[in-house]
């Protein structure tokens, strides 16, 4: 559900994918309607769409990127060199107490936190493909895997949701053993090369690092956990876990998420046979079709799959439970347990006047059109047209990836944010990223209402000026309006104010309990008030990260591991 489909019946936005197709053609906006169905007509009426004119898609960079770059032997099994790792067995190696004594607790503190090497902002801002992150090189690894403490009693693992056992992957990166950092990071985390790139550390395990205490900067966890995956992933020599005999009992997940493969893949090492059902063409969900490339480029998301088709897991796409099979049908073919992280795919939109203008968008909508289906491709079939003059409402992640896309395929790119930049809810190395790269902020402001020309294109937005009042429920200052308004001339509009849960799903279960603007209600065990039916991810939460995402899988798979096989 990208919002591309809306359109407005008896005065209201409604989803012809969600809440149509039939409609009362008396409420149909049909002007409004045949307006919106010309969206892509120059482009798709063009004998040359490439040459001229406000739209299509973009230049393919003709360097050649990394992800490209990436080669077959990443998919390469060494199974002989996988053993089991825990915790309390590594506490009593000899190698760990002399790497304790290596370093006093004061020369560990003293070295300075490594840096990200980044790609030229100039460079990367017209580079599509090219990651901004290079990554760690294994002497910075190294260096600064030398600032963990290695606490008796580590706090950052229990910022871990998955509960990485941090300190032990830590220190084999100490000590040059790099590929047994990885093989821990993948005990508990189905994707570690993912998360070491997308996941907010500074507010989960990084925030409950040690070295905060001593007004230093927390031990760069996530740049560690990308190095260790990275590393394994580019020496051929990936491991696989411990796999259980097969049990003989079918589960299915459905959507094909960080939660729905952290869920898949726990159920597999414990013998289970799983059946990932995906509603779009690809496996990967948001990290897919939401992430762009210079974040979280594909084709990590791809090794990290592959690895769980070889323990056994497998992927139909093109299917929409709730739509094309229902709960009840997976149930006759033999399904035990359903696991849902469907996700939340449905945009929401301010409701204000103008807003089914063409030309705006939701951020699903973009990011899906460049990110999955490379409408910025020539080559492709799938149609974008190129904003000139573009503009972005949000201040999250997703409005950092909209407006730095947006500025990757030659527009001019402004963020309008309601609040000050304090209270943005974007990480900061993505607002850092984002100003290095010529994206324009507009913060204190919020859209009122969009203007359109003859043909029903967005042409300017009236903005409402705005000050900081009192926190609010957040935590954050609430924005309270000035009076005063200003107007911003654009052709594009990009929305990103949110998401809510995938409605599909939950709406077609009889009797299925939901929570607020139709979640799934679940208990401690991810459990719904249907026993063989469980949940996670922002089909539960609204809105999650891929981490938190991740442990809500886990807990689902031990839960109903123990369930199926009492």
């Not at 709406?507 to 039916?533: F, H, W, Y």
Request: a negative charge; aromatic letters at 4%; hydrophobic letters at 35%.
């Amino acid at each position: 559900m990208c919002g591309a489909c809306r359109l407005t019946i008896g005065g209201k936005t409604r989803f012809v994918c969600i809440d149509g197709p039939e409609f009362d053609g008396d409420l149909v906006d049909w002007d409004e309607m045949f307006k919106r169905m010309g969206t892509f007509k120059d482009i798709e009426t063009s004998p040359n769409p490439s040459e001229g004119g406000e739209c299509l898609a973009g230049n393919k960079s003709g360097t050649a990127c990394k992800a490209e770059k990436a080669t077959e032997s990443c998919q390469k099994e060494n199974a002989a060199a996988h053993t089991t790792h825990l915790s309390e067995e590594m506490e009593d190696d000899a190698w760990r107490t002399t790497l304790r004594k290596a370093l006093k607790p004061k020369e560990r503190t003293a070295i300075e936190r490594v840096k990200m090497p980044e790609l030229d902002a100039d460079y990367r801002a017209k580079t599509r493909l090219e990651e901004v992150n290079i990554g760690l090189t294994p002497e910075m690894a190294m260096q600064e895997a030398k600032r963990c403490l290695d606490c008796p009693k580590p706090s950052c693992v229990e910022g871990c949701p998955v509960n990485i056992q941090i300190p032990d992957f830590i220190k084999n990166i100490e000590r040059g053993d790099f590929l047994e950092a990885a093989k821990i990071l993948k005990e508990t985390s189905a994707l570690p090369a993912v998360c070491g790139r997308v996941c907010p550390q500074e507010k989960q395990c990084e925030s409950r690092c040690i070295h905060l205490k001593m007004n230093s900067p927390a031990v760069a966890i996530g740049y560690l956990e990308r190095f260790a995956a990275d590393y394994e992933r580019e020496s051929g020599h990936m491991a696989l876990p411990d796999v259980a005999p097969a049990n003989g009992i079918k589960v299915a997940v459905i959507g094909s998420g960080p939660a729905g493969l952290s869920f898949a893949g726990d159920m597999a090492k414990r013998g289970f046979d799983v059946y990932v059902f995906e509603a779009l063409h690809e496996i990967g969900g948001v990290l897919k079709y939401g992430i762009p490339e210079f974040r979280l480029p594909n084709k990590i998301v791809d090794v990290e799959i592959d690895n769980l088709r070889r323990i056994g897991v497998h992927f139909q796409t093109d299917t929409i439970v709730g739509k094309t099979i229902s709960i009840e049908e997976l149930k006759e073919k033999g399904f035990k347990g359903i696991f849902v992280g469907s996700g939340a795919g449905l945009p929401n939109f301010m409701g204000i006047p103008g807003e089914n203008a063409i030309n705006i968008l939701s951020s699903n909508e973009y990011l899906t059109r460049v990110n999955l289906m490379d409408a910025a491709n020539p080559e492709t079939d799938t149609p974008i047209i190129m904003g000139k003059k573009v503009l972005v409402i949000g201040g999250g992640n997703t409005a950092m990836d909209s407006c730095r896309t947006a500025k990757r395929l030659g527009a001019d790119v402004t963020l309008v944010y309601r609040r000050s930049e304090a209270e943005m809810p974007a990480r900061l190395e993505e607002v850092k990223h984002a100003k290095e790269e010529g994206i324009n902020f507009l913060t204190l402001h919020n859209p009122q209402e969009y203007k359109a020309d003859e043909k029903g294109r967005v042409c300017a937005a009236v903005l409402d000026v705005m000050k900081l009042g009192e926190p609010d429920a957040s935590g954050r200052c609430r924005p309270e309006l000035t009076g005063e308004t200003v107007t911003v001339e654009c052709d594009q509009v990009i929305v990103a104010v949110g998401v809510s849960p995938n409605p599909l799903v939950p709406k077609s279960v009889k009797g299925l309990e939901l929570g607020r603007k139709d979640t799934i209600a679940v208990n401690e065990q991810m459990q719904s008030s249907q026993p063989e039916i469980y949940a996670g991810g922002d089909i539960v939460r609204g809105g999650a990260t891929v981490i938190l995402a991740m442990g809500d899988g886990r807990r689902a798979a031990a839960n109903m591991a123990e369930q199926l096989l009492a």
